[in-house]
Nanobody
């Protein structure tokens, strides 16, 4: 059983930066493909970024490429999402996700085994 706890959300002006953290308790994260998803009000949850287990290869949604960076520190059992040049359209609840031995960097929502409870990011214009 993996428990995921996100932190680092908050209110930021457009053009600003935030770094989200996802701390995991339970089995080592090295065996898990990790991802970040987000859900804006009235919209479906969408994939944002992923980091494959074993290789740490990454994947990003087109809307965040070049602005967001996912990274992981397996020794700390923590995954990060560095976000720069934030836009009002990035406003959403951001969720950390994990799937053991998932072979792609881009996590499919249906393949997620564990979800965090989310952290709210609000970008003001």
């Amino acid at each position: 059983q993996v428990q995921l706890v996100e932190s680092g959300g908050g209110l930021v002006q457009a053009g600003g930066s935030l770094r989200l953290s996802c701390a995991a308790s339970g089995p080592p994260l090295a065996a898990y493909t990790m991802g970040w998803f987000r859900q804006a009000p009235g919209k479906e949850r969408e994939f944002v970024a992923g980091s494959r287990y074993l290789t740490s290869s990454t994947a990003y949604a087109d809307t965040v490429k070049g602005r967001f960076t996912i990274s992981r520190d397996n020794s700390k059992n923590t995954v990060y999402l560095q976000m720069i040049s934030l836009e009002p359209e990035d406003t959403a609840v951001y969720y950390c996700a994990a799937s053991q031995y998932y072979s792609a960097s881009k996590l499919s929502p249906g393949a997620v085994q564990y979800w965090g409870k989310g952290t709210l990011v609000t970008v003001s214009s």
